[in-house]
């Protein structure tokens, strides 16, 4: 099969959990805090260090599952995921300041993005 509809199936599944969380959670606990969005967070960090572990230790899945189940279906569900495991990735290398640069940039960067084009928007209208 096509690695981009392996994606694609994987990111629309994560997506229907991903909107089933930000429904569910904000109904159990409140909208005074994003806990939806930091649930989300947390627990697709854990799936994909759970599954790159797994990968790396057993080696027996191949590339399909792979893009499915991490490109594809923790894609769909955050991406804050692949960040996580892209800083542990610079960690364990013992890249220390590149990690502290790409954390604090991806987020600081990411959020004035955010507000710049919340910004633009907001001028043009």
Known sequence: MNSYLIV???A???????????VFIPRLM???????????NV??????GLLAGYFAMRGDASQSW???LMTGILGGFTTFSA???DAALLYERGELLAMT??????????I???FAGLYVMRTLG
């Open 66 to 68: 792979r893009l499915f």
């Open 8 to 10: 694609f199936a994987g």
């Open 83 to 85: 960040f996580s495991l």
């Open 101 to 110: 640069v790409y954390v604090l940039s991806s987020v600081g960067v990411s």
């Open 43 to 48: 627990l697709g960090s854990l799936t994909m």
């Open 112 to 114: 004035a993005a955010l």
């Open 30 to 40: 409140g909208t005074e805090f994003p806990y939806h969005t930091l649930t989300i």
């Open 12 to 22: 629309g599944l994560g997506g229907m959990v991903r909107h089933g969380f930000n």
